[in-house]
């Protein structure tokens, strides 16, 4: 990532999520709240996604005229959302007299590789968002997406807004980043499943990422990244009132210093593909994750098992999204005798604890297991790392596995 080499302190950049613009009512109330900070800040730079579930309309809408819609006529399909969403914002702020301004990806230099629908952002040319700040005004910035070097629009994944937003962030030298969504941080787990769950003050990069990566839907794992990188902190809050949320930054005396485990996440948009039979043979698994890598797709966990017999199974998880390509992949796999058969299972879900020393500390993973076991919850695939543990599990049965797992490591406080 390169962009401008100066920092300008003052500067803080603004993202707000799909929920938080979801409604005309929502978009003007975003602008109340800027048009309250201008003055506070020497710049204020917000990224927007587009509104509520306006891009998984627009994905339908492509599935009504296409069989597999990608590359690069989707990304200029997905790419209006952001469109929408930052020129209501623009015009909501020039309505109260605040100066402002929304730029696309390509007007403000969001430079990106080709890979469309999962590009990543290779630079930023901050001149014309600085000069703008320099003007005085308000600089709206379409997230999740960026233009190629011969001009193509792209788009950076699901979650990509929030890549966006650090991005500039890390770019223009911002203070800090502040990620607004419609919960009040990082908690312990999803409110949605676990209305008990606790609200983290402050948490580490590296947590942050496990979380993310885990299923939290709070920050993009990519984003996190991009923040430890370059030392910028990041401040998880609400979009719908003002009191502090999470801290996320590196610290000498950070929380996770104390913590065992700090939160519960769970993913449900997954699939898991086994393949029967597979050779034992060298350079067979060497074949199978090229052709994956080939077509861009992320794989989360593998497990690799051989038989006496001479023929063995490899199981993998990759996200949802991924699951129709990969489908087609097992097919060519089974053609070329790689497998005798391929089973792509979308009813599976991933439970994971994250923390620190999680590897190091016995019994944790014990707990966890005894957790799901107390609620005959059966585990199909483990994976382990010292800052996580992570189960796959019969997609029916997350939210109980949630909460009885979290119930493990967070207690409910006893009635007073």
Avoid at 19 to 35: K, N
Avoid at 256 to 264: D, H, I, L, N, T
Avoid at 376 to 404: F, T
Wanted: net charge negative.
């Amino acid at each position: 990532m390169t962009g401008s080499s100066t920092v300008h302190s003052g500067i803080i950049v603004k993202k707000y999520g799909g929920t938080s613009v979801a409604t005309p009512e929502r978009i003007s109330a975003i602008a109340e709240g800027v048009a309250q900070q201008v003055g506070g800040v020497r710049g204020l730079i917000v990224v927007l996604s587009a509104m509520g579930k306006s891009t998984d309309e627009l994905v339908a809408l492509a599935h009504q005229v296409s069989r597999r819609p990608a590359g690069r006529e989707m990304d200029l399909l997905l790419a209006t959302g952001e469109q929408v969403s930052v020129s209501l914002l623009g015009l909501a702020l020039q309505d109260r007299g605040v100066a402002a301004v929304s730029l696309t990806a390509a007007q403000c230099g969001i430079r990106t590789d080709s890979a469309f629908n999962v590009a990543r952002i290779q630079s930023i040319d901050t001149e014309r968002i600085l000069a703008e700040l320099e003007a005085g005004r308000v600089v709206i910035v379409t997230g999740f997406q960026g233009v190629t070097t011969d001009h193509d629009i792209t788009t950076l994944g699901r979650g990509g807004s929030d890549i966006t937003g650090v991005a500039v962030a890390v770019a223009v030298g911002a203070d800090a980043c502040e990620i607004c969504t419609d919960v009040d941080g990082v908690l312990t787990a999803d409110p949605n499943l676990v209305p008990a769950a606790r609200l983290w003050p402050e948490i580490s990069y590296e947590a942050a990422i496990e979380m993310a990566s885990s299923g939290a839907k709070v920050l993009h794992p990519r984003a996190a990244e991009l923040c430890m990188a370059y030392d910028i902190p990041i401040h998880v809050r609400s979009s719908f009132h003002a009191r502090e949320g999470t801290w996320i930054r590196g610290s000498d005396d950070m929380v996770m210093e104390q913590a065992e485990v700090v939160g519960v996440s769970s993913d449900r948009k997954i699939a898991k593909i086994t393949l029967r039979e597979v050779p034992d043979e060298p350079g067979l698994a060497a074949r199978v994750f090229q052709d994956l890598a080939g077509e861009d797709i992320c794989v989360r966990l593998i497990i690799q098992s051989a038989s006496s017999e001479g023929r063995g199974r490899i199981t993998f998880v990759l996200d949802e999204e991924f699951a129709e390509q990969a489908a087609h992949l097992v097919e060519q796999w089974k053609s070329a005798g790689i497998a005798s058969d391929g089973i792509v299972d979308h009813d599976v879900a991933k439970i994971s604890i994250v923390g620190s020393r999680l590897a190091s500390t016995p019994g944790l993973a014990a707990r966890m297991f005894s957790a799901l076991a107390r609620e005959e919850i059966n585990i199909d695939c483990i994976s382990s790392s010292e800052m996580k543990v992570a189960c796959v599990i019969a997609g029916e049965h997350v939210e109980r596995a949630v909460r009885a797992v979290h119930d493990e490591f967070f207690p409910p406080e006893p009635a007073r």
